[in-house]
């Protein structure tokens, strides 16, 4: 801005000056929005995790349902994310420093643009948390499966034959008429047969089923027909199992997904939040307001 001096002398206005070159961003706004933001998402979060472990009663009664518990659990994480960042949208917005050369509405908008900076401020120191926490979590499972691995080292001979792949072939071509009578020889095969079935869809073949059943009766002492009931038993419980692994992890994966887009939409209505929540806090900036009954001198 330029000024005519009464003696044609052409005055500048420096803090004019000044303010046009520097950035409409107000930095320190938006670092104190972020902290406040996870502060009260830190504090909400302890709290309900809190409650929610009050829920579990470990060997006690009945177990709540999953499904209470997952909804309770989603809506307290929802409001905790979309309050945290409207905290700390409104705190920006009204310490934000406003420059007046600018009408209303732009205004407004510089204050919703500061909010959505602490809506992705928050959002990044948030992740970078929970990626830290996993790779925590991800080096505490590595240490186990080493020591794991160490161990498993020192397990018998006839172990590394579980897991070689050719084991259950091999077994068939050595089969005898008159099955020998060594539990541990007995267990090992029977372990190949039934991983081999899961390696399938899981049923196991007829020759097997027969197989077992003549192993069973030589190693126990039933009766034929005993001996194959007690294979047929044995094949359906495997069979039970396998059922509700998959069961278990498919319910897993839509749980997962379910979550994936809950999380995503949480985030769309808290930058919402955070944009609005700021431009009230810029017109309370603008208009003075004060809450007297709750914010006053003692």
Known sequence: MTIDAPAGVVVTNS??????????????????????ASAISLVLISFGSAVGLNFLDFGYGDSPNPIFVGIAAATWFLWVQISSFMAGGYLT?????????????????????????VWAGAAILGTVIAVGGIGAAANAVGAAASTATVAASNV????????????????????????????????????RIFAQAALGDGTVPEEDRTYLASVVAANTGLAPEEAQARVDQTIANVEAARQQALVAARIARNTAIIGAFLLAASLLVSAIGAYWAAQKGGNHRDENTVFAGVFKRF
Do not use: C, K
Request: aromatic share 8%; glycine share 8%; hydrophobic share 40%.
């Open 156 to 191: 018998a001979e006839g172990a590394a034959d579980a897991v070689d792949p050719n084991a259950y072939f091999v077994d068939t071509m050595f089969r005898s008429a008159q099955p020998a009578a060594d539990s541990e020889v007995a267990r090992g095969e029977a372990s």
């Open 93 to 117: 917005g009204r310490l934000r420093r406003r420059y007046f050369d600018a009408n209303e509405d732009e205004s407004d908008l510089r204050d919703g643009a500061h909010g959505l900076l």
């Open 15 to 36: 803090a004019a000056a000044g303010r046009d070159q520097s950035s409409y961003v107000d930095w320190p706004a938006i670092i104190a929005g972020i902290v406040l």
